[in-house]
């Protein structure tokens, strides 16, 4: 099979993927074959790719959006068969016996895997996964649509989930929203909460891609990273890696307010004054997803229903997709077609 593999973790434009011929995998028993469809290429990648989170796995094969269909499944695969598509993504497998797995927040377990870091993932033409792990997605959404909802979605709702808002089966009429960059994450949490019924408010950098994204979406304002929403937030999530949001996110939140940082690796938070947290602001991260977090978003996904914005690119062109990624190039998500897609229905 065609894979992509990380030689030695660099920055992408010194070229640290290598494109390969490998063996297919084969399934363990609870596990399923999958040949793959789509992937979704997320900022994850890009950080596992450069370094920026550690080698686990020498030459992994990045990806962690996949959406594919079942070749095979182990004797203990549950009820997955041939011919189901199914969608795999960042939780590979957790321990299923320590505290925060039994407790229902595997995605804090120490001894997790994770798709396309410590084991390999969907830059590829196949790749085996837990059926456990595993998501059958609804209807309503091509390949192509359906592969960034298994992390920029996945991640959006729980930062959504974390942001002190309400209940998301709940209204949320009144609250305001601040979202901090707007990428694939982004441009899928402000329809979540659009539907939920907060006022989003966006700040990000780039002005002909994302401004213009998030003002069709429905955002209620967009400015530069720089700038203040002209009302006081009720929450606010960062999507981008940089440290230095922080403080102007907090600045921007109302007395009780929460903010949610988004990403897996971020920059240094520079130093700030104590003032911009005093008043019971709160500042928390995301780690990961539970399989709640991916059931719950998958069902509302298809109910309201998102609509992923996406460019295409061939297996082929990973690489190139990484580049893009990485300048702020690509409006809503990059996603990578591997083989032969569905179309919605």
Request: charged residues 25%.
């Amino acid at each position: 099979m065609k894979a992509w593999i990380v030689e030695k973790p660099a920055p992408i434009e010194g070229g640290p993927l290598s494109l390969r011929e490998l063996p297919r995998p084969s399934p363990r028993r609870d596990e399923i074959l999958v040949k793959v469809r789509a992937c979704g290429v997320c900022r994850t990648d890009l950080h596992v790719v450069e370094g920026d989170l550690p080698p686990r796995l020498p030459r992994v094969i990045p990806g962690h959006q996949v959406v594919g269909e079942v070749i095979e499944a182990g004797e203990e695969a549950g009820s997955f068969r041939r011919g189901d598509r199914v969608g795999v993504a960042w939780l590979h497998r957790t321990c299923g016996s320590c505290g925060f797995c039994l407790g229902g927040r595997e995605n804090l377990c120490d001894r997790a895997e994770f798709t396309g870091w410590t084991v390999n993932g969907g830059y590829s033409e196949y790749l085996v996964a837990p059926a456990r792990f595993s998501h059958r997605l609804p209807e309503g959404f091509s390949d192509l649509e359906a592969a960034p909802l298994l992390c920029a979605g996945i991640i959006g709702f729980r930062a959504l989930r974390l942001a002190g808002l309400g209940d998301l089966a709940l209204p949320w009429k009144g609250a305001r929203l601040g979202i901090y960059g707007f990428g694939a994450a982004g441009h899928v949490a402000i329809q979540v909460a659009r539907f939920l019924g907060a006022e989003v408010f966006v700040s990000t950098r780039d002005k002909t891609r994302h401004q213009a994204l998030a003002a069709e979406l429905g955002a209620a304002w967009v400015g530069g990273a720089e700038e203040l929403p002209p009302v006081k937030l009720h929450a606010a999530i960062i999507f981008a890696p940089a440290g230095e949001l922080v403080p102007r996110a907090l600045r921007a939140l109302e007395k009780g307010g929460t903010l949610v940082l988004g990403g897996i690796h971020m920059s240094d938070v520079p130093s700030m004054s104590y003032d911009l947290l005093y008043d019971e602001r709160v500042i928390r991260s995301v780690a990961n997803n539970t399989l709640a977090d991916a059931r719950d978003f998958l069902e509302m996904a298809a109910r309201i229903p998102v609509r992923t914005q996406v460019t295409e690119f061939p297996l082929e062109a990973a690489a190139e997709a990484l580049r893009r990624l990485k300048q702020g190039a690509i409006r809503g998500a990059a996603v990578l077609r591997a083989s032969g897609n569905r179309a919605g229905s």
